[in-house]
């Protein structure tokens, strides 16, 4: 009896026990199905997940009141999303796309190098992408292009059927596909910068074909593509070659990057950091969701410190009179002039104001008329204000007049004799007056040759140099961009060359000649640190860096001095007299006779080689008792100097009295100021 109350007791216990499991089972299913149910169905559904890159806005670049030069506006593009295109789909969905686009009138993206219209063929010149193209889909060099089709065709899995023209289209695209790195994280850009009814017609396609769409993008846009396009430089796609040393900075091949001018020099500050998306998938496949993981941050805008309006001025009067010239000019004396530039800048912070070349182009027009530019003789891609070299003929006796004083050469009141002719170790050398008795002031007034053929040779071309250096002749300007240094004349010069060095040449280095050349940035920076004092800036172009919404400052210049000649016996007061005479009683006084306040100017004609005519330099600095501005203007075979001084008299006009700063930026961009 009591065996079976045992065995009851032992029943119930475990009856008991299984009750209260399945109680606790009842109860998480009941958790799991009502409580939390749509999470655990979610997280069934999920898959996986991917990261897509979501495009930083590139910064912005405007100018030293904060006008934009190179801004951004929203573009729409047509992409192909991996996360959704099925490629046994691809070649269809490409033909669709192609369809809407080639009514449009949209360019597609596509570089394979084969012919746009029947018969197709490789392009000519273009033999190293096609070397490329038969690499990266296993043929040797001998393959036709016979060959390469039906290797294409094959690898793309191009239906017979299609015509070749839908041919051409798929493999072309699918081509460029592979190249570009389609992948559910790079998606593949079919066409850039569509209008909206293209927009309108690829949104409607979406909806039966999954994976094309439309990306919002920023892209480049200027106010005036012709303002500075040299300085600002371009952007454009990442080369192969390019890419194997960017991919390590965190760019993608379908990045694009500076090429060339502030856009290049500045990448690292203009590219913006990208966002990260994170999208869930199901099983399937299908898209469940998406989010933001990284905003992305878009880059820094650099503010110049050029103005836009005085940059304007000096291109078009520059353009205007370098054309002027050519049409009343003779032969041999100015009808040859084609090209120039000026550049203006302030010597006290080495700020450039200015930098006007022609010929010149339109960056919005960069890319179609690349070979257009090229082509052209005049080479209007060439920044002849910072990479240009011209000999500074008599623009550099100034530079003379402050080496002659501080090395005691001479003083104020020194005259040297100039009688036409000057002897020198059996050869004779003239000047284009007869001037007698001559001290430094109106030997700079009337550019006697022979004053600065004496002085030159008293103190050896070691002292010139040493004076012209340190004015920045020669020397690099600390500009952000490209230079061209320059060269003073100098035996050491002259040995690396090959050739010798004679006694003669210091008096023609004396008046600018002989291997001395300069950069028109140099001339204006030289004569710049005259009217400064002897005191030499470093010259700038960025004043500085703020965020993409202005409220903080990256990185602000701050102005540096590059080199000091103490102002021995009134050297630089007596120079600028001389260049003040020159702006009112000599070649200068067409442009500054009756100015406003005192300019100091000088007038160039250095010789070319063989029979062309002379470049026409001038330079000016002012106002003269506290100057803010240097000027410094070159036309190729302009005959004579005084034919470039209205350039520079409408800077000076410009700056001083035609600036117009109510453009300034508004109160959230205030860090400009």
Not at 89 to 111: D, F, R, Y
Request: glycine share 8%; proline share 4%.
């Amino acid at each position: 009896m009591r065996a079976k109350k045992q065995t009851a007791s032992r029943i119930f216990a475990l009856a008991g026990i299984l009750a209260v499991i399945f109680a606790v089972y009842v109860v998480r299913i009941m958790q799991l199905q009502l409580v939390d149910g749509e999470e655990y169905r979610a997280m069934g559904d999920v898959r996986y997940t991917r990261e897509v890159t979501v495009k930083a806005a590139r910064g912005e670049i405007v100018d030293r009141n904060g006008i934009p030069i190179a801004a951004n506006r929203t573009a729409y593009n047509v992409v192909f999303d991996k996360s959704y295109v099925k490629m046994a789909e691809a070649n269809e969905i490409i033909l669709v796309a192609a369809e809407v686009a080639n009514k449009q009138g949209e360019e597609i993206n596509q570089s394979i190098p084969i012919t746009d219209e029947e018969p197709y063929a490789f392009k000519d010149g273009y033999d190293s992408s096609v070397a490329s193209l038969k690499a990266r889909i296993g043929l040797q060099d001998y393959a036709t292009f016979e060959n390469v089709w039906d290797a294409l065709c094959e690898r793309y899995d191009v239906e017979p059927s299609l015509s070749k023209a839908q041919k051409r289209i798929i493999v072309g695209v699918r081509y460029e596909m592979e190249v570009k790195g389609f992948t559910v994280s790079a998606p593949f850009t079919f066409a850039e910068d569509v209008g909206m009814s293209t927009v309108s017609e690829i949104l409607e396609k979406s909806i039966t074909y999954a994976g094309i769409t439309i990306s919002e993008e920023s892209v480049r846009e200027y106010a005036d593509g012709t303002i500075a396009p040299h300085v600002i430089g371009t952007i454009g796609p990442i080369y192969a070659e390019e890419y194997a040393e960017l991919k390590n900075k965190g760019y993608k091949l379908t990045d694009y990057v500076g090429k060339s001018g502030i856009e290049k020099a500045y990448e690292s500050y203009l590219k913006g950091t990208d966002g990260i998306k994170v999208i869930e998938f199901d099983v399937d496949g299908n898209v469940i969701s998406s989010k933001m993981k990284v905003e992305p941050i878009p880059g820094n805008t650099i503010v110049l410190t050029l103005d836009s309006q005085l940059q304007k001025t000096a291109q078009v009067t520059l353009e205007k009179r370098v054309k002027e010239i050519a049409a009343v000019s003779a032969a041999g004396k100015g009808a040859e002039a084609n090209a120039g530039c000026v550049v203006a800048l302030n010597p006290k912070t080495g700020e450039i104001l200015c930098a006007a070349n022609y010929p010149s182009y339109d960056i919005t027009e960069y890319y179609t008329k690349y070979n257009e530019l090229i082509k052209n003789e005049q080479n209007p891609l060439f920044n002849r204000c910072f990479n240009g070299a011209y000999a500074p003929g008599s623009t550099f006796k100034p530079a003379m007049g402050i080496a002659a004083m501080c090395s005691g050469t001479v003083t104020t009141g020194s005259p040297v004799g100039c009688h036409h002719v000057y002897e020198y170790l059996g050869m004779s050398f003239t000047c284009m007056g007869n001037h007698g008795n001559i001290n430094l002031a109106n030997a700079l007034r009337v550019s006697c040759n022979i004053y600065f053929y004496d002085v030159g040779k008293r103190m050896g071309i070691d002292t010139i140099n040493k004076y012209a250096s340190a004015l920045g002749l020669g020397e690099p300007t600390g500009l952000e961009l490209p230079e061209n240094k320059g060269r003073l004349a100098s035996p050491e010069y002259r040995k690396s060359q090959g050739r010798e060095w004679y006694p003669g040449d210091v008096l023609q280095a004396s008046i600018g000649q002989s291997d001395s050349m300069f950069s028109p940035l140099q001339i204006a920076v030289y004569t710049g640190t005259i009217g400064n004092d002897g005191v030499r800036m470093q010259s700038h172009i960025v004043k500085k860096i703020v965020s993409y919404d202005y409220k903080t400052v990256v990185y602000e210049h701050t102005p540096t001095v590059l080199a000091t000649i103490e102002n021995v016996n009134g050297a630089f007061e007596a120079v600028k007299e001389g260049m003040y005479l020159v702006s009112t009683k000599g070649t200068g006084r067409s442009a500054f006779g009756s100015y406003p306040f005192k300019v100091g100017s000088k007038t160039g004609s250095p010789e070319n080689y063989g029979n062309k005519a002379a470049n026409a330099v001038f330079t000016a600095i002012g106002p003269l008792d506290d100057c803010e501005l240097s000027v410094a203007a070159v036309v190729e075979y302009g005959f004579n100097g005084n034919k470039a001084a209205s350039i520079v008299k409408s800077i000076f006009d410009t700056h001083f009295f035609e600036s117009d700063e109510t453009n300034s930026p508004s109160t959230e961009n205030q860090l400009l100021s």
